[in-house]
């Protein structure tokens, strides 16, 4: 059976590292028979969270702030697996992705219990450096406290330039992973 995939990639370079390892998790993906989306974070206008505790009144619209959020909730409301995908920022994900996610509270709040929609996940990241380890504490615990079940991860250190992804383990990694999705 097919699943809805899609991959918030918060990657302020749509050529860049990043890009190339969710290209590669696509192209799996897409051979196993999944359906893929991907949203570009930087290019899209999206404010932060402003923790107003409003949302979650009318589904179709679920945050009271109107942006580009617009397009991703129901995308993700449709969604089997959420690929969050993001450069290392200071040992963290980048801003672009972060203001997503914080945002998909609204989601969570047309649940009478606020309850976050339970997915499965996949965290692809590029670095300068190996310092993933902010990034999968946090990543980790998406299990336990908002309920989505982890279906792996793909970490490529040492990359910096547009292309030096090129050749890395990584790009396979990624492919596979996509593909094991069914």
Request: charged share 25%; aromatic share 10%; net charge negative.
């Amino acid at each position: 059976m097919s699943k809805k995939i899609i991959i918030l990639n918060g990657s302020p370079r749509k050529n860049g590292n990043t890009s190339a390892l969710t290209a590669a998790f696509v192209k799996g993906a897409e051979e196993a028979g999944n359906q893929v989306s991907e949203f570009h974070l930087a290019s899209m206008k999206i404010n932060g969270c402003l923790g107003c505790w409003h949302g979650g009144k009318d589904p179709d619209h679920p945050c009271t702030q109107r942006d580009d959020m617009e397009q991703i909730y129901p995308a993700y409301r449709e969604a089997d697996v959420v690929v969050l995908a993001s450069p290392l920022y200071y040992w963290f994900i980048s801003g672009f992705l972060k203001n997503v996610f914080d945002r998909l509270f609204a989601i969570a709040e047309c649940d009478p219990h606020c309850r976050n929609p339970k997915k499965q996940s996949v965290l692809i990241m590029a670095a300068e450096g190996a310092g993933f380890e902010e990034s999968e504490h946090w990543y980790d615990r998406l299990e336990k406290h908002i309920g989505w079940k982890s279906l792996g991860k793909v970490l490529c250190g040492y990359v910096t330039q547009p292309g030096d992804v090129e050749g890395k383990q990584e790009l396979t990694d990624a492919f596979e992973l996509g593909k094991s999705i069914r």
